[in-house]
């Protein structure tokens, strides 16, 4: 298994080009099973999860072409995949296939909507709490779907289609809007999707699926109008930007200094957590390019955290910002609304001399003037790169063991951190 050594110490210096969004691309993708003719995706990150997916979407009878490099193309430019849902040969989602990614259970949604059935795999616990998937059942049953879960999977019917209806989240989540929007595109009649989720995300794919003829109208805000059509059709859409990962590198040049330019991105994305940033004493410059971070010679100021829905302090981030903590002047307190058990990186951050007390959601960080580095163990996919930005601050090596968490969300995450100057190497066995 990949380990990945980090010797700390070193300033960022350079520029840092931002991959298209992950959290975009994955239900872009599904999107396309929602269509008899291609859909194009510029901008695709080369990532685990979009292989993965690419696998889960070909069992339903997806043909997913990746288009090849032309000489002179630049090497960090996203890729260009086509998907063709041309027939959909299977509605089945096995549990082999979706435990590996929960996001995968949203193909119930398009499967229905087309199709007039769908069997999917419950995703089932995983790493950071329950994740329960009760309010996208409950999104699917208020336009229509008649819903069993038998087995382990949730089996759901219409056999006349889906017709509109009017849909309150009680929370905000993500993956239920998703769910409502890829259902709501082809029923009959209006849906109103209330308590809606802004995440970016949500309105990429919104901006995807009116370009493939939808329509929606109120993405970004907290209730969105869909008026169903009869079908849809192919079109190319370009992924945004990875939000989570331009923070990311933020966080990391906030931690070790220096200067950096985070190339294809764009501030509004991720507005509350560089505002948080500068409150820590970084510089944040948006620029024609992308957005410049740095931070020279003055220490880090200890800001308090509560993580939000967006346009709130968004919890992709809040394993990084911990880190970037543990060196703060002072104590800071971060609190974690969004998911339960979202802290399993305080133990091996606390490996690398961090002082962090937790109780109940919040974490209280004491600022320490070092941290020393150490054999640390990924758990998920935000907490690994949490131990990487803590490592690159670190006296000594960190060595990460079990990177395939970060291959799934972290386009080449040291090739990327290298070239700006940090000691980062992936060691494969
Ligand atoms: C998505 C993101 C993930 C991010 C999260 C919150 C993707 C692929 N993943 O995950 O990176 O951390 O949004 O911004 O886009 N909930 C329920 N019942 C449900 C569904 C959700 O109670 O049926 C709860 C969850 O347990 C959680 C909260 O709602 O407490 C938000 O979850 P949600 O927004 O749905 O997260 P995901 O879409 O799974």
Excluded at 6 to 21: D, E, H, M
Aim: with cysteine; net charge neutral.
């Amino acid at each position: 298994m990949d380990r990945i050594r980090i010797v700390g110490g070193q300033r960022l210096n350079g520029t840092i080009p931002i991959s298209g969004a992950k959290n975009a691309t994955l239900p872009l993708m599904i999107a396309s099973l929602l269509t008899d003719q291609p859909l194009v995706l510029e901008n695709v990150p080369r990532l685990a999860d979009v292989i993965q997916l690419q696998r889960i979407l070909g069992n339903h009878g997806v043909d997913v072409m990746i288009n090849g490099k032309r000489p002179g193309d630049d090497p960090n430019a996203g890729r260009t995949i086509t998907l063709s849902a041309r027939t959909i040969v299977d509605t089945t989602a096995p549990y082999e296939l979706v435990s590996k990614m929960r996001a995968s259970f949203w193909v119930v949604a398009p499967l229905l909507a087309r199709m007039g059935e769908a069997k999917v795999s419950l995703p089932g616990g995983c790493a950071i709490g329950t994740r329960p998937v009760d309010l996208l059942i409950m999104a699917l049953e208020k336009l229509g779907a008649e819903i069993e879960i038998d087995a382990g999977y949730v089996i759901a019917r219409a056999r006349n289609g889906l017709r509109g209806g009017e849909i309150v989240f009680p929370k905000v989540t993500v993956g239920g809007t998703h769910t409502a929007l890829m259902a709501a595109v082809l029923a009959k009649g209006t849906t109103v999707i209330d308590n809606a989720a802004r995440e970016p995300e949500v309105t990429d794919v919104a901006d995807c699926l009116n370009k493939m003829g939808a329509k929606i109208a109120g993405a970004g805000t907290s209730r969105i109008v869909v008026e169903g059509v009869a079908r849809l059709n192919g079109a190319r859409h370009s992924v945004l930007p990875d939000r989570i990962e331009t923070g990311t590198y933020a966080m990391a040049v906030a931690m070790t200094g220096g200067d950096v330019l985070l190339q294809n991105t764009r501030p509004d994305l991720l507005q509350s957590a560089l505002d948080v940033l500068e409150q820590t004493g970084v510089t944040v410059t948006p620029t024609n390019e992308g957005i410049r971070v740095a931070r020279n010679g003055a220490g880090i100021s200890a800001v308090d955290v509560t993580t939000q829905p967006f346009p709130g302090f968004p919890t992709d981030l809040q394993a990084q910002f911990m880190a970037l903590m543990t060196k703060a002047k002072g104590t800071s307190r971060i609190t974690e609304t969004i998911f339960e058990n979202r802290f399993m990186h305080v133990q091996e951050l606390s490996r690398l001399g961090a002082r962090i007390k937790l109780s109940g959601d919040t974490a209280t960080i004491e600022g320490v003037e070092r941290l020393k580095g150490a054999p640390v163990m990924a758990t998920d996919l935000r907490a690994s790169v949490s131990l990487v930005i803590a490592g690159l601050a670190a006296e000594g090596e960190t060595m990460v063991n079990r990177v395939y968490h970060l291959d799934r969300g972290f386009e080449k995450l040291e090739e990327k951190l290298a070239a700006c100057g940090a000691a980062i190497e992936r060691i494969s066995e």
